[in-house]
């Protein structure tokens, strides 16, 4: 395929991106990498016996789609029968590609089909894989914040491997000025919602490789799932569905027969180039880069895609509203929903999106008065679920949406009453689904990213922050008294295990000691819990009684799917909520200490990161 700007090679009939050739660069791609090696998709899928299996998804059947003086698309075939049981994933998958007259780049999607009576099965991961001509990519810029020189391939195999095979001190960088730095993939990741363009420079020629995706209608799990970008290789990632901060609660899994169809994309690959005698060639090639993402954002849906499962503009709808909170104990009047991301997904429960794989979603984040406007909708049947930062728990419209093509829904004032069962005694933290406002120790001096030192906002991001809580706290756990403490200097980010020896570990149990001056009041406290990260876990709490058996309350075991967050450099994972009775007769007149214990301790991370901690007093 060439249009004059751009030309790309293809294996065929298989669909593997072999060559793309650009601005006198014979090919962008790692050159010294086997063809099906290059760029590729891949899935990862478990049958009912076997786990971990990985699949290519090598066409068998090519066809030119369109092709004409303005455009041209082709399909790479991948179809499936039941002779391929348990060697191929039971699904078809048609692969898509796209190149328009004048456009540097191109457009990549997918639809994948599996029809009625295919055997059950499970898929733990989607994506697109781009790996580029190391001599020419070695610049890599994932944010405005988050962009460098990176390391290479060979610098990593050269390095000392930490806790995982993906983090690794640099003994023996090519480059002299990456000696003793930590890489690692995981600290590149970013937030379904802020994951909109990302990519590598060239130096010479300089030239940029930059995946956008314009919408994450597509992506699993809602706007605050994080996943990976791109990572030295040099690597360019286009991740539609993982496990990645959540573990395997997150797996897509299809029952004996179930039948399902999903788009995956468009995405777009921008290609970019400036003059070698222009100043900071790599600022530029970002905004321009930026400037097209901004660009493709506004063209979608895209008119040009040829499958008649990828719905055009006028075959979708648009839902309106204005979100309010009630909180009679913040404000006697109704408060505006102010920046609150408003969704559809399927139907289900409160906060269900946020595991939920298969489907599509569609969000976008109201004004400061709660208006919000979701365009551009698939047709279908979606619950209406919303998360207002400040506010704790999740809302859920009570109505089923359904989206027909064209329509224009526009809802009544929607009223969200979060959780509160009484007057607020005390607080810890912010609720925004995020540990973000917790204290984040400096990392040790021998295992850091330079990029993320002076970097408050990503400081979480260094490595080996989850063992800085037993050089903090030695012998005694985290004691914190409320109207003493700040809980931006004293409340340590995660809630982990303490290491004790080389291959040890002790649970930990936190303190909060609060004064009730004049006694407890009759009827029942309540104590609200909002978890931001929990991996193989278990919260017990106890009031005034540091040893009763058993606790007063207990999450019972949470994360089970092993939600790394803390050694994948992220601030959140899965959101937990729970809110806790407390009889009166629990607490005491004066000092009063609730403690927090962590009880699971196989390893260094179990652990949980708290959203927000408030205790309500008895109903007025």
């Not at 990519?199 to 992506?219: A, K, L, N, Y």
């Not at 006028?314 to 991301?341: C, F, P, T």
Request: glycine content about 8%; charged content about 25%.
């Amino acid at each position: 395929m060439d249009n004059g700007l751009v030309q790309l090679t293809f294996s065929k009939p298989g669909g593997d991106l072999v060559g793309i050739k650009y601005n006198g660069i014979n090919n962008l791609l790692a050159i010294h990498n086997h063809e099906n090696d290059r760029g590729y998709w891949d899935v990862v899928w478990r049958t009912p016996e076997k786990t971990g299996l990985s699949d290519r998804l090598q066409g068998t059947k090519f066809k030119i789609v369109k092709e004409d003086e303005n455009q041209v698309e082709i399909s790479f075939r991948k179809s499936w029968n039941v002779s391929y049981d348990g060697t191929s994933i039971p699904i078809n998958v048609d692969k898509r590609y796209i190149i328009l007259r004048g456009y540097s780049g191109f457009y990549k999607y997918a639809v994948f089909d599996r029809l009625d009576g295919w055997p059950a099965m499970g898929i733990g991961q989607i994506r697109a894989v781009y790996k580029l001509h190391p001599d020419k990519f070695t610049y890599m810029a994932i944010s405005d914040d988050r962009q460098r020189i990176m390391p290479t391939k060979e610098d990593r195999l050269r390095g000392q491997r930490l806790d995982y095979p993906e983090a690794v001190i640099l003994t023996h960088p090519e480059n002299p000025q990456l000696k003793g730095e930590v890489d690692d993939k995981y600290q590149y990741s970013c937030d379904n919602k802020d994951n909109k363009i990302h990519g590598w420079i060239s130096e010479d020629p300089p030239v940029g490789f930059w995946m956008i995706t314009p919408s994450h209608e597509f992506r699993t799990d809602g706007p605050f799932k994080q996943e990976l970008t791109s990572h030295t290789g040099p690597t360019v990632l286009s991740m539609f569905a993982s496990g990645h901060y959540a573990g395997r609660e997150l797996a897509m899994k299809f029952k004996d027969g179930e039948p399902w169809k999903k788009v995956f994309g468009p995405v777009s690959i921008y290609l970019n180039s400036v003059s070698s005698n222009e100043a900071n060639t790599s600022h530029t090639l970002w905004k321009n880069a930026k400037e097209q993402m901004q660009e493709e954002v506004k063209k979608w849906p895209y008119n040009f895609t040829q499958s008649e499962d990828f719905p055009h503009a006028h075959q979708r709808g648009s839902v309106s509203g204005q979100l309010l909170v009630q909180d009679k104990y913040m404000n006697e009047s109704l408060i505006w929903g102010n920046s609150a991301y408003v969704g559809l997904a399927a139907p289900g429960d409160k906060g269900s999106w946020q595991r939920e794989s298969k489907g599509y979603q569609f969000w976008t984040q109201a004004d400061r008065q709660g208006l919000f406007s979701i365009k551009n909708i698939r047709p279908g049947n979606y619950s209406l679920y919303a998360s207002v930062s400040g506010f704790i728990g999740d809302y859920k419209y009570d109505n089923i949406i359904t989206i027909q093509p064209g329509s224009n829904i526009k809802l009544d004032i929607l009223v969200y009453k979060p959780p509160r069962n009484g007057p607020t005694l005390w607080e810890i933290g912010i609720p925004d689904r995020t540990a973000a406002e917790f204290y984040v120790p400096d990392p040790y001096p021998n295992l850091t990213n330079t990029l993320f030192n002076n970097n408050p906002k990503n400081k979480f991001r260094q490595y080996g922050l989850w063992d800085r809580y037993a050089d903090l706290y030695p012998k005694e756990d985290l004691s914190y008294t409320i109207d003493f403490h700040d809980y931006r200097k004293d409340w340590f980010f995660a809630h982990v295990t303490r290491k004790t020896g080389d291959r040890s570990y002790k649970a930990t149990t936190w303190q909060v000691i609060f004064e009730l001056e004049n006694g407890p009041n009759n009827g029942d406290y309540t104590l609200q819990i909002a978890l931001a990260w929990a991996s193989f876990s278990e919260l017990q709490v106890r009031f005034n009684d540091k040893g009763c058996r058993p606790a007063h309350f207990t999450t019972g075991l949470i994360g089970k799917g092993k939600d790394n967050a803390i050694a994948r450099h992220g601030i959140h994972g899965l959101y937990w909520f729970y809110s806790i009775k407390v009889p009166s007769y629990r607490l005491r007149q004066g000092n009063n200490t609730i403690y927090l214990t962590q009880s699971k301790a196989k390893g260094h991370f179990n652990g949980i990161m708290y959203d927000y901690i408030r205790l309500e007093g008895p109903s007025l």
